[in-house]
């Protein structure tokens, strides 16, 4: 367990709104050993969206109360390390690809702007420096990492010029800029169409192969999960009700949650019949 | 095989504007589309955003009007009056996001009487009919009295499906009705669906970009691009032998779950399938794609 780059042990989180408490997460465990593909996969309401929030530091505390865990990071608990120590494992140890490349991104600054104020943040916390010139070549490097044509025009862009394929990739541009070990996508490209997602999920593949990096995949996509993956946990209701190799998964799944989600997805051979009287369409 | 709804080279042009309003430019929305829906059956319509399918959708409802085109319903054209009552009675439409296309300070009973008020049922008759609206999606009756918010994605669903069911319609236009729904919630819909098509003969057009979805739902299916119908066929041949490179693109980026699957999958690189801009698009005029059709085996 402790050779896992991340690992979560017995996470429990709940939530007190209006008086009500709701325990969100009853003790989940996942590893995330280095250079690894894991999937964390869900329903809405499943949790998934609430452990990942946990790993980064993103819950809000109140209504979130974390009732019990751990979260180790390199072998040291993010939940119990000072504040200052955690913060200098956000954003460039781990990142965060966000899912909807509109809303993670400011309409009034540039590409280059936004970018170069996360660099300088990620630098101030690791205490580097590097001039403005410098920073701006890293951006146009990690740009041009994430296969776009022409870096410098892309950074001189405001959101809106581009197209949500660029934006996405530009979050995830974003996500590489301080070189982490570990990134965490909450279902990118799920806000676009479907070949731009396929390419969203390739690129991410290839770097995160290319690059060494250990990606942690939340979604609520089983084909995402598969195309993604080689290592998934499968969430429902706060638990992980099930946890292994992907291929094995989707052959023979054990957990009667797991085999009820594998059966509602369409298949693209067909035969996926609708309706009561189960004769396909 | 009679078609309950025939589209006849129907175009939808929108000018583009430069800043000051002056007209540089059309954008051929939908261009030249034409197909028929035999009654009875499902035809999906399949397409990324910006190939028009949502635009076709509009004017077979009457929201938009066509350029160019005739829209037939039970062999009567309709193209200048798909706004009236009598019409609406025979064509209504589900939407694609329940939590904007229900009012949330209307009662479930509210909204679905809404459309019984205005087709002019009698009073007295709401009640009834809006219970036996709610049993047929499997809803129960003391729904009526609740509110949206009070109600699950799947659940909102279905009241908007009885909605517009209220009148009796004879077609249902379905837009992305499920693209807002758990996999799970979005089977149990899907089931809904058809067992309401088999009760009730009803003949649906299903616009989805969810080709897996669409393999399952579909009869025929017809893929757009750019606003033109590029490929079209019985649903299975579409699919185990795409003739259109963008129908190719498409087959090929779904995400998948079974090796089965994996091999029907174009192998083809993935191109940047983005849709041009509307200025790209003035470019482009001229450079149209081929059309494949297809017969029935």
Avoid at chain 2, 142 to 151: K, N, Q, T, V
């Amino acid at each position: 367990m402790s050779e896992a780059l991340l690992s979560v042990r017995n996470l429990g989180v709940q939530f007190t709104t209006y008086g009500q408490t709701n325990q969100v997460l009853k003790g989940v465990s996942l590893d995330v050993p280095a250079r690894s593909q894991i999937a964390l996969v869900g329903e809405s309401g499943s949790g998934k969206t609430v452990t990942m929030r946990a790993i980064m530091g993103l819950l809000r505390t109140p209504p979130a109360r974390i009732t019990g865990g751990e979260i180790f990071y390199d072998g040291r608990d993010l939940l119990t390390m000072p504040a200052k120590d955690r913060l200098k494992l956000r954003g460039t140890a781990m990142s965060m690809v966000f899912q909807d490349p509109m809303s993670s991104l400011n309409p009034v600054f540039t590409i280059a702007d936004q970018m170069g104020t996360i660099l300088k943040y990620a630098d101030r916390r690791l205490g580097r420096s590097r001039g403005k010139k410098e920073r701006m070549a890293r951006v146009h490097e990690v740009l041009g990492q994430v296969r776009m044509r022409d870096p410098e025009r892309v950074a001189r862009s405001y959101p809106i010029m581009l197209s949500g394929g660029m934006r996405q990739r530009v979050l995830i541009a974003m996500a590489l800029l301080s070189e982490p070990q570990l990134l965490i996508a909450d279902e990118p490209g799920t806000a676009l169409d479907v070949t731009t997602q396929a390419q969203i999920l390739k690129l991410l593949k290839d770097l995160v192969e290319e690059r060494g990096l250990a990606l942690l995949m939340i979604t609520h996509n089983l084909g995402v999960v598969r195309e993604t993956s080689n290592y998934v946990y499968v969430m429902n209701k706060g638990v992980v009700v099930e946890h292994r190799p992907t291929a094995e998964l989707f052959e023979a799944p054990r957990d009667d949650y797991t085999k009820a989600l594998i059966a509602a997805v369409p298949r693209l051979t067909g035969g996926t019949s609708f309706g009561r009287a189960g004769a396909a369409a | 095989m009679t078609n309950i709804l025939e589209i006849v080279r129907l175009t939808k042009l929108f000018p583009v504007r430069n800043g000051f309003g002056g007209k540089i430019g059309e954008v051929r929305a939908v261009d030249d589309v034409s197909f028929a829906i035999e009654k009875g059956k499902v035809y999906g319509l399949a397409g990324e955003s910006g190939s028009g399918k949502s635009t076709i959708a509009r004017m077979i409802m009457g929201l938009a009007g066509p350029t160019s085109g005739d829209i037939l319903l039970d062999g009567h054209n309709i193209t200048g009056e798909t706004g009236s009552r009598a019409y609406g009675r025979k064509v209504q439409m589900v939407f694609q996001n329940p939590g904007s296309s229900l009012n949330p300070r209307r009662t479930v009973g509210q909204s679905i009487e809404v459309p019984l008020a205005a087709h002019g049922a009698p009073r007295t008759e709401h009640k009834q009919r809006v219970s036996e609206l709610l049993e047929m999606v499997q809803l129960p009756a003391d729904f009526a009295s609740r509110f949206p918010h009070e109600l699950s994605g799947g659940q909102k669903q279905r009241v908007a499906i009885a909605r517009a069911l209220a009148v009796a319609p004879q077609l249902l236009i379905l837009d992305e009705p499920t693209s807002a729904l758990d996999v799970s919630v979005q089977a149990r819909v899907m089931d809904l669906l058809v067992d309401l098509g088999r009760q009730l003969g009803l003949t649906y057009l299903f616009i989805s970009h969810d080709l897996s979805l669409m393999r399952n739902f579909a009869d025929t299916v017809g893929v757009l691009y750019l606003g033109k119908i590029v490929e079209t066929g019985p649903t299975a041949s579409v699919f185990e032998s795409p003739q259109h490179d963008y129908t190719r693109l498409l087959l090929a980026s779904v995400p998948v779950i079974s090796a089965e699957e994996e091999a029907m999958r174009p192998r083809i690189p993935l191109i940047d399938g983005e849709i041009p801009t509307a200025e790209q698009l003035i470019a482009l005029r001229g450079g149209a794609a081929p059309v494949s059709q297809r017969t029935e085996k």
